[in-house]
């Protein structure tokens, strides 16, 4: 992959330039947490930040959006036809793991037409990161990242050491080339080995992950579950926010007078209790601790048995916002015996 | 659609603000188009023509009961009617003006607040239509969502059934990119209440106030734990439980009962 | 632009007729009359049918491919899609996309015996299943067919079936459980007591295959079980709220698998060794 160099004062100057490919999109302040949004001062783009509260997903599977239009008469047409560009700016190698999946998830078997249109449209520029103590990317092996974005940008202090990922990626490199310095010197290296050791020991929480599928089955009738399922606010807050949890649902809505219908598709949860009942009534997960536990086999089992890893890519989504600490890992160190501290 | 073939609607209002009827004359862009669909047979804040003899495909009620005289009204709309509708929460759950309800009887609250006589209606304790009459569908909000109420305006419209968001306030709050206020241990209600707001209050950094009535799968036990947890008394938390929740609150607080 | 899974295509009703009280059934052909031709589905497998305006469901399919051209399906009224396709007259139109679901594994069960289970309205995807075996009569040894309603008015395609009685290359078997008409002349009894006239059936030379109401699985397969019939090769399909049907909405997971593209046929080996999936 080659690589260049960007002096960190040239970077505002640099995204701005982007905008010639389409809007620069980038983690913003909002209250306590952060926002993916379109840069418009690019003095508010925080470069610290950790965890955008709703990931990448929300470029690639928009929380709503229509899929069809149809008039009375019988007649629909797609309603997702072009999506503007985004070249989307600051996101870490977790959430890039977490796209890595997606894509797998929806462009192998059956092409998602609506996720397809939308990632062709999404372009990405990898930030390295360090790791808060909510993090815990390293003990799912998804704190490094050597594909799925277009260029990657790795702080070494006064620059950016920065990959290109792609032809695209090599497009918005080549925009500003005079930007960027193209010799990498043995000291550049150093600093990026020197760095990458730092920075793997930066993290605070470690999962040990290693037999989770096994002990999700062994642990699927065990008490302790009920007491997960009884806190569980069934709120639905940990699909929304995770980078990997893309269940959705469908609506019709009806025009009124002379205006066309829609069919809205729109981000569910399995942790609602409608999410699987059928018609007849019969509801197949009923309980809440049914359905926290689909959630938690459906995380670190699940996707194991399908694609060779978990849908867990440790960016402590769950740790931060579930308003009742239900999250990856205090449930590892519950199905695992261990201390858990209030 | 056949002009012979529009529905017949009427839109009434008991006790209440009228903030449900003023959210549909409110978005103009709609207004028309909302006449233009249907055969409006009473809407007294938006017009003076009104046919009070004509039969009814649909109801649209706002408003709870609150006198005697209004429990006839009502009944008479109902017989009228093939399908009532309660629209917002004080048709549906009772609305604030059923919030002091389990203190003690009505009479001697109302005494208290009221020492001089009322003549014009005899008042009661407030109840929701349902009280009353059959209801067959149920909008909440306080006020409603213009959008939820058209998404179901035109499923009438097409003889479907009304459909509510099946999920709490906390997923359309998420939608917004919201923090979440429980984790700064301040009592939303957003996990105990139905979406169909957008989640308005807490994009505007304030706790939901459960305006939309109870969500059918609250966790009230665990709710209550994590905030009691935080210091903040039981009676705090269940005055805001029944701010909104109305007629609702015996049968949620009942459950709480039993479970301990 | 690739194409749309989604987008589902435009389908003439050219018959509808009530099956018993609330079922009725749908023989649907695109409006492209080309395209009739080119649905390609297995025995087993389901299709999305769409009104726009009001929604999206998966429903058997219940024709066979062996007999091209004409799509069909016995629907229950039990909500409020199934509702508005009931007040739909023949020559309308609905939307339809798919085939989706493994369907039943067809080629592996040639040169096998066929036992075909069926209680309610699990004759709707059984038939699919049974039509083909008869279409391609050679490559299928015995074949069994045991079908069991409640009563002789809520049995479903009861003449086609009875007519099928006349054929000797297979068996039919059909029962009520209570007969309030007094003019039945088949099987009175519950569905397992059919499992009596199965005679000399080599068990390892079998497939079966099951569809009905919950209660009746655990009963029929306990029958299965005792002739011995490999629990590889005994074959159910299984319902789940949908909306996709293509691996993507998550509505009908369960554990690791998606019921609409892992299903909604599996084993019997499946269901014991895969949790919540009957």
């Not at chain 1, 640099?14 to 905008?19: A, V």
């Not at chain 2, 039981?234 to 301990?260: P, T």
């Amino acid at each position: 992959m080659k690589a260049y160099k960007l002096k960190k004062e040239y970077l505002k100057e640099y995204l701005k330039s982007l905008e010639d490919f389409g809007e620069v999109w980038g983690p913003i302040k909002k209250g306590e947490i952060d926002v993916y949004e379109k840069i418009t001062d690019y003095s508010l783009l925080n470069l610290n930040a950790l965890r955008p509260i709703l990931p990448l997903k929300k470029f690639l599977i928009p929380p709503k959006f229509n899929t069809f239009f149809y008039t009375k008469d019988g007649k629909y047409e797609n309603a997702l036809k072009e999506v503007k560009r985004k070249i989307v700016f600051g996101v870490h190698p977790c959430e890039i793991h977490a796209l890595l999946t997606l894509d797998r998830l929806y462009k192998e078997r059956y092409p998602d037409y609506y996720y397809l249109t939308h990632r062709k449209s999404t372009w990405i520029i990898a930030l390295s990161c360090v790791p808060d103590d909510k993090c815990f990317a390293r003990s799912l092996n998804t704190h490094f990242v050597e594909e799925g974005f277009d260029l990657g940008f790795t702080d070494l202090e006064d620059y950016y050491l920065v990959w290109v990922g792609s032809s695209e990626g090599d497009d918005l490199l080549r925009h500003r080339l005079d930007l960027f310095d193209e010799k990498i010197t043995s000291k550049d290296l150093n600093r990026y080995i020197e760095w990458r050791k730092w920075r793997d020991n930066q993290y605070q929480l470690n999962l040990d992950l290693t037999a989770m599928p096994d002990i999700m089955e062994l642990s699927y009738d065990l008490e302790i579950w009920n007491e997960i399922g009884e806190r569980c606010l069934s709120c639905g807050t940990c699909s929304m926010i995770c980078p990997t949890c893309t269940c959705f649902n469908i609506a019709d809505h009806l025009g009124i007078d002379d205006e066309p219908g829609r069919r809205e598709r729109f981000w569910d949860s399995c942790m609602l209790k409608i999410f699987a009942l059928v018609a007849g009534g019969h509801n197949f997960r009923e309980k809440r601790v049914d359905r926290v536990k689909l959630w938690y086999t459906h995380k670190l089992k699940a996707f194991i048995t399908e694609f060779g890893k978990p849908a867990c890519v440790g960016c402590g989504r769950c740790i931060a916002n579930c308003p009742v600490n239900i999250n990856v890992a205090e449930i590892t160190k519950i199905l695992k015996g261990e201390e858990v501290k209030k | 659609m056949d002009k012979e073939k529009k529905l017949k609607i009427g839109f009434y209002e008991f006790s209440g603000c009228a903030g449900d009827l003023l959210t549909i004359i409110h978005n103009e862009d709609y207004l028309l188009k909302v006449w233009n669909s249907a055969e409006i047979i009473s809407f007294r804040l938006a017009t003076s023509k009104r046919d009070e003899k004509a039969n009814l495909d649909i109801a649209f009620v706002e408003g709870s009961i609150t006198a005697e005289e209004q429990i006839e009204e009502l009944r008479k709309i109902r017989e009228k009617s093939r399908i009532l509708i309660a629209l917002g929460t004080c048709a549906s759950f009772g609305g604030l003006q059923s919030m002091y309800s389990h203190l003690g009887d009505f009479s001697s609250r109302f005494n208290s607040i009221y020492p001089h006589k009322f003549t014009i209606l005899k008042p009661i304790e407030s109840k929701p239509l349902e009280s009353y009459v059959k209801v067959d569908y149920f909008i909440p909000g306080c006020p409603i969502d213009f959008k939820l109420f058209l998404f179901n305006f035109t499923r009438l419209l097409r003889n479907l059934p009304v459909e509510l968001p099946s999920y709490p306030v906390c997923i359309e709050c998420k939608w917004q990119e919201n923090n979440c206020l429980l984790l700064k241990k301040i009592p939303c209600l957003g996990p105990l209440t139905r979406a169909g707001c957008q989640a308005r209050c807490p994009t505007h950094n304030l706790p939901c106030v459960g305006c939309f009535g109870p969500y059918e799968d609250l966790n009230l036990p665990s709710w209550l734990k994590t905030l009691q947890e935080n210091n903040i008394p039981f009676k705090e938390l269940e005055k805001k439980i029944r701010m909104f929740f109305g007629v609702k609150v015996k049968e949620i607080l009942s459950k709480l009962k039993n479970k301990k | 632009m690739s194409e749309n899974l989604y987008e589902p295509i435009p389908m003439r009703i050219v018959r509808r007729y009530d099956l018993v009280e609330n079922v009725r059934f749908f023989q649907v052909r695109p409006v492209e009359i080309e395209r009739a031709l080119t649905i390609n589905y297995k025995p087993g497998q389901f299709m999305m049918i769409s009104l726009f305006g009001v929604g999206e469901a998966p429903f058997s399919i219940s024709s066979s491919p062996s007999r091209p051209g004409l799509l069909e399906f016995g629907i229950r009224k039990i909500g409020v899609l199934t509702e508005e396709l009931f007040k739909l007259k023949e020559n309308e139109i609905i939307h339809i996309r798919g085939p989706y679901g493994n369907g039943f594994p067809i080629e592996k069960m040639y040169g096998y015996n066929l036992i075909i289970v069926a209680g309610g309205l699990g004759a709707v995807p059984l038939r699919s299943l049974l039509l083909y075996a008869l279409d391609n009569r050679d490559l299928f040894k015995k074949i069994y067919f045991l079908y069991g309603a409640r009563r002789p008015n809520e049995m479903l395609f009861l003449r086609e079936f009875l007519e099928l009685k006349e054929r000797e290359d297979l068996e039919c078997l059909l029962t009520v459980d209570k007969d309030d008409t007094g003019s039945w002349t088949e099987k009175i009894g519950v569905v397992t007591e059919l499992f009596k006239y199965l005679k000399d059936i080599d068990p390892q030379k079998t497939y079966a295959a099951v569809c009905g109401p919950p209660v009746m699985y655990r009963f029929v397969i306990d029958k299965l079980v005792n002739l011995q019939i490999p629990k590889h090769q005994i074959l159910m399909t299984l319902e789940r709220r949908m909306r996709c049907g293509m691996g993507k909405c998550g509505h009908c997971v369960i554990g690791s698998i998606y019921t609409c593209v892992d299903g909604p046929v599996f084993t019997y080996w499946d269901v014991l060794h895969m949790k919540d999936l009957i």
